[in-house]
């Protein structure tokens, strides 16, 4: 079984940047893709950024050009970087990771809160 621990969360004022962190640890071999998710209230959960274990990004359309993703194989961990943050980011962020082994039974981590001020 795989745990995602998510950090990184806080509070920036609206133009400033933070750098979101996931390490998975227990059954990594299984893990495809890995990527973030987010959830404002009021909205329903949707994909950010996801990236593939040979590289490939995509991004939410609200995100581009302002955040990246990237990974570490090898420590099957996955960071975000966000910049030029709006009031609009501001949500409950979650990593996800992809069950190769079981297809459609993903790996989720608690969450973590961004918060952006105007």
């Known amino acids: 079984q795989v745990q995602l621990v998510e950090s990184g969360g806080g509070l920036v004022q609206a133009g400033g940047s933070l750098r979101l962190s996931c390490a998975a640890s227990g059954g990594i071999f299984s893990i495809n893709a890995m990527g973030w998710y987010r959830q404002a209230p009021g909205k329903q959960r949707e994909l950010v950024a996801a990236v593939t274990r040979g590289g490939s990004t995509n991004y939410a359309d609200s995100v581009k050009g302002r955040f990246t993703i990237s990974r570490d194989n090898a420590r099957a961990t996955v960071y975000l970087q966000m910049n030029s943050l709006k009031p609009d980011d501001t949500a409950v962020y979650f990593c996800?990771?992809?069950?190769?082994?079981?297809?459609?039974?993903?790996?989720w981590g608690k969450g973590t809160l961004v918060t952006v001020s105007s």
């Open positions: 996800n990771a992809e069950n190769f082994v079981t297809p459609g039974r993903d790996y």
